[in-house]
């Protein structure tokens, strides 16, 4: 068996062509009983994957780009397969597993035993052969992967779990970025989500005098947020910008579509909360705006969405950038009125953003910046800004966007 299974992957893994996926599929097509060493091969490539930095959702995000839906069920089943080996698990999986939600299985481990039937189907061969194809696709990109930074420890071993429950602060953020993106009022979700903002720079300041006062042994750490086409480049600035206003840093990997963002887990939980929720309401504001030029004729979209989002990312790296001086500036003097030592707070920050910028230079020693180009649409980029420049940000000024 385990010979069959060698020649079927040394003709289909180590080419780049058809010919060998097609040899190595009909030698497994035609053996049967291979098929549950078929997947537990499967399984020992994704084991590799974690030891080398990546992460169920980098693994999903990559096929579902690269391949076909039958590729990512099969993903999401040999995932939940492979991970249900651990007695614990990196805290930020949960949620990764939750979202890769498992699909039946592309090819059962045993199809004479539970799909007795395929042995009376006249395709039978021909359904085999597909499945085994489908198999050797996905397994030829996983054996490709390189090491990647870790963001985060591999499965096994004794992790910290996630907390019980979430503290209040991220509740209410959450809360309020929900109704943002829910409302159909623009002015109402400016203004909640410049409240939420608002709300995670004061828990960000919040926990920094804590651990400061505490002693406590924190420091930085990572997550991947996935950057996904099109509009890329945009929507990095983006992230980029609510990552720096939150504390953070972000290492755009455009090859493999996300962004590497470094920080304190209070600022990290804050960094993927608004992000997303700018995105969502970002992308309503735009085709709201889209409507609009479409019905006056224009039929650039592309052109104009490019513009937009870039625009809508710019802006709002201003706004966020002051809103948190702003909330840094009442908390200061907040301590100074309840008698606190408010001369703490400054250099608490400023250490945390030393951390902060130490760490991501030793996860990434290289890394290079690029000009931003191919804005040619005037009107995408007046009413990107527009839209920025509409957001309240909760202390009586307007400017820079919230969408």
């Known amino acids: ?85 651990y007695a614990h698990l990196p805290p930020r999986w949960a949620a990764q597993l939750k979202a890769a939600k498992p699909a039946e299985p592309a090819v059962p481990a045993t199809d004479a035993d539970r799909h007795g039937d ?10 085999r052969f597909g499945r085994a194809t489908t198999y050797l696709q996905l397994y030829r990109l ?25 503290p209040r602060t991220l509740t209410r953020i959450r809360a309020l970025l929900a109704k943002a993106e ?26 920094a005098l804590l651990a400061a006062r505490t002693h406590a042994k924190d420091t930085p750490g990572a997550c991947r947020i996935g950057v996904d086409a099109p509009y890329e480049t945009a929507k990095a600035i983006l992230l980029d910008a609510v990552a720096a206003a ?15 963002v470094v920080g304190f887990e209070s600022d990290l939980e804050s960094v993927e909360l608004l992000h997303t929720s700018l995105l969502v309401q970002g992308t309503a504001a735009m085709a709201k705006a889209e409507a609009g030029q479409r019905a006056a004729g224009r039929k650039r979209t592309k052109t104009f969405r490019q513009a937009f989002l870039m625009a809508y990312a710019h802006r709002i790296g201003g706004r966020l950038a002051e809103a948190g001086e702003h909330a840094v500036t009442e908390a200061t003097q907040e301590a100074a009125r309840a008698a606190r030592d408010a001369a703490d707070l400054l250099p608490v920050l400023a250490a945390r953003d030393v951390a902060v910028t130490d ?43 919230l969408p």
């Open 1 to 85: 068996m385990d010979s069959v299974i060698d020649k079927a992957f040394a003709a289909a893994l180590y080419s780049d062509g058809d010919d060998g996926l097609d040899t190595g599929a009909s030698l497994l097509a035609a053996t049967p009983e291979a098929d549950a060493e078929l997947r537990r091969r499967g399984e020992e490539y994704l084991s590799r994957a974690w030891r080398n930095g990546w992460q169920p959702a980098d693994v999903i995000r990559l096929v579902r780009r690269d391949l076909e839906e039958p590729h990512v069920r099969l993903t999401a089943s040999l995932i939940h397969a492979e991970t249900g080996r």
């Open 118 to 127: 395929l042995d009376r189907n006249r395709n039978r061969n021909r359904n």
């Open 142 to 166: 996983l054996l490709r992967l390189p090491p990647l930074e870790p963001a985060g420890p591999p499965p096994g071993g004794t992790v910290p779990g996630p907390a019980e429950g979430e």
């Open 182 to 207: 829910a409302t159909g009022y623009p002015e109402e979700a400016e203004a909640l989500t410049a409240k939420a903002q608002e709300l995670m720079a004061r828990h960000s300041l919040d926990e």
């Open 246 to 260: 939150n504390h953070c840093r972000a290492v755009w990997n455009e090859a493999y579509g996300f962004s590497t």
């Open 359 to 401: 760490h991501a230079e030793r996860m990434f020693p290289e890394t290079t910046t690029t000009r931003v180009r191919g804005v040619t649409d005037g009107e995408g980029w007046a009413h990107g800004t527009a839209a920025a420049d509409r957001a309240e940000v909760g202390h009586g000024r307007r400017g820079p966007a």
